[in-house]
């Protein structure tokens, strides 16, 4: 996110309402696979990443 300057308003439209962002950034949230598709396909981040990200949470 700060790479690219992002603020966690600007993962709603991505994730979802304001308190989901926190949710999945705060990680009691895991990411969903629409979430995933959204946030590659918006904002270009490798799914891979995303999904390896997902499972290192639930492992």
């Given at each position: 996110m700060e790479q690219n300057g992002l603020a966690a308003r600007d993962l709603i439209p991505f994730i979802g309402s304001r308190n989901r962002v926190h949710e999945v950034l705060a990680r009691k949230r895991p990411l969903t696979l629409a979430m995933i598709q959204r946030l590659h396909q918006g904002l270009r981040i490798p799914a891979e990443s995303l999904i390896?990200?997902?499972r290192?949470?639930?492992?």
């Amino acid at each position: 996110m700060e790479q690219n300057g992002l603020a966690a308003r600007d993962l709603i439209p991505f994730i979802g309402s304001r308190n989901r962002v926190h949710e999945v950034l705060a990680r009691k949230r895991p990411l969903t696979l629409a979430m995933i598709q959204r946030l590659h396909q918006g904002l270009r981040i490798p799914a891979e990443s995303l999904i390896k990200a997902g499972r290192s949470r639930a492992a």
